[in-house]
């Protein structure tokens, strides 16, 4: 696993957009499992996105399908949440960390946060 951190989050009306950036001080993140999640007030953790190491797999809740988009831009080190279309109960704190575990088998353990090392997350609000 490798320390990552969060940018991008943000004050947004609903119908907006946002983009997060995932970003490393140190390791490559094209070597990694890439996990998004989010914790609104007085709610528990959930996750959100997933993005393989092997052939750049994508996996959403089904929340934000449709709306949200993970890629990776290895030549910047980053990976990136688009965030479209905005809802107000988007706003939460938004982390991402790499993960010991694939996309696929992390989304059957429900997303379970366990399996990375979060970083200290980007605060997204939609409020008009």
């Known amino acids: 696993q490798v320390p990552l951190v969060e940018s991008g989050g943000g004050l947004v009306q609903p119908g907006g957009s946002l983009r997060l950036s995932c970003g490393a001080s140190?390791?490559?993140?094209?070597?990694?499992?890439i996990g998004w999640t989010r914790q609104a007030p007085g709610k528990e953790r959930e996750g959100v996105s997933c993005?393989?190491?092997?052939?750049?797999?994508?996996y959403y809740v089904d929340s934000v399908k449709g709306r949200f988009t993970i890629s990776r831009d290895n030549a910047k080190n980053t990976v990136y949440l688009q965030m479209n279309s905005l809802k107000p109960e988007d706003t939460a704190v938004y982390y991402c960390?790499?993960?010991?575990?694939?996309?696929?088998?992390?989304?059957?353990?429900?997303?379970?946060?366990?399996?990375?090392?979060w970083g200290q997350g980007t605060q997204v609000t939609v409020s008009s």
């Open positions: 993005i393989s190491k092997s052939d750049g797999s994508t």
């Open positions: 140190g390791g490559t993140l094209e070597h990694y499992v």
């Open positions: 960390a790499s993960l010991t575990i694939s996309c696929r088998i992390w989304t059957t353990l429900k997303w379970n946060e366990a399996f990375g090392s």
